[in-house]
């Protein structure tokens, strides 16, 4: 899991909290096991999903594409289960800092994502204008940003409306989004089918009850308060579900 996102996943005094960690503790009770956490950063999850890490699960805001099923610049091939949430790429800046309402007004400034994401392609400066630059984890580019040295920190919404949480002075850029739905989901080793078609169905079950919505609206009540219909947008159907789940190819 990760362990510098507040919202998602994140861990303070030994306390671990974020919808991801809820998510974690609602499958690991499906396999019938007790978690066990260790913190990855964003750059690792494909790495550690080898079958050689002694890593079972990952639960990090992991976004499912066909590069990541399939094993691409010497990574492991790996499944999914999933989606359990969905969201896009937004942009989060500092609330009382210039003000940004569209694309344009981000042409030309520094805009900061981190190692391990999909987020730095879409903002490539030749097809949005944004001077993009990479820092080596979330939390740099959040700093980066308050002190400056960055006009916006982009990345998934849910990421950052969770960084909001813990930092007031930041806000999301409403209504601007940048490039395709990314969808979560949960990462699981080759050779475990059995386990990732458990863990399917349990997805399946908890998105469509009150415990997704509770689970999601506790731990991002950012996201509650700014988006009157945040059930409709974030949360995956069934046929999301089975379209991305189990698969060596999504669909």
């Known amino acids: 899991m990760k362990n510098d996102q507040p919202g998602t996943g994140y861990s303070h005094d030994y306390k671990r909290s974020g919808f991801d960690w809820r998510v974690a503790e609602a499958v690991a009770g499906a396999l019938g096991k007790l978690p066990q956490y260790e913190d990855v950063p964003s750059q690792d999850r494909q790495v550690v999903l080898d079958g050689k890490h002694g890593i079972d699960l990952v639960v990090a805001t992991y976004s499912i594409n066909n590069e990541r ?3 691409t610049n010497g990574l492991p091939a790996h499944d999914f289960a999933g989606p359990y949430a969905v969201t896009y790429q937004g942009f989060l800046v500092l609330a009382k800092g210039p003000q940004v ?3 344009d007004d981000l042409a030309g400034k520094k805009v900061c994502t981190w190692s391990g994401t999909t987020s730095t392609r879409v903002v490539d400066k030749r097809t949005t204008g944004m001077v993009s630059y990479q820092a080596p984890t979330a939390s ?3 700093e980066d940003l308050k002190s400056g040295q960055a006009a916006a920190v982009s990345t998934d919404q849910m990421i950052l409306y969770g960084f909001t949480q813990l930092y007031p002075e930041l806000t999301v850029v409403p209504n601007l989004h940048i490039g395709e739905a990314q969808y979560y989901g949960i990462g ?3 050779g475990n089918r059995s386990e990732c078609q458990k863990i399917k169905e349990k997805l399946k079950n908890y ?3 009150a415990a997704w919505s509770q689970d999601f609206s506790i ?3 950012s996201i509650v308060a700014a988006d009157p219909n945040w059930q409709s947008h974030y949360r995956p159907s069934e ?3 089975d379209t991305f789940s189990c698969r060596d190819r999504v669909g």
């Open 239 to 241: 046929t999301d579900i």
């Open 219 to 221: 731990e991002l009540s």
């Open 69 to 71: 099923l399939q094993g």
């Open 207 to 209: 998105v469509k009850t």
């Open 101 to 103: 309402r569209t694309l």
């Open 140 to 142: 740099q580019c959040v």
């Open 188 to 190: 699981i080793p080759k």
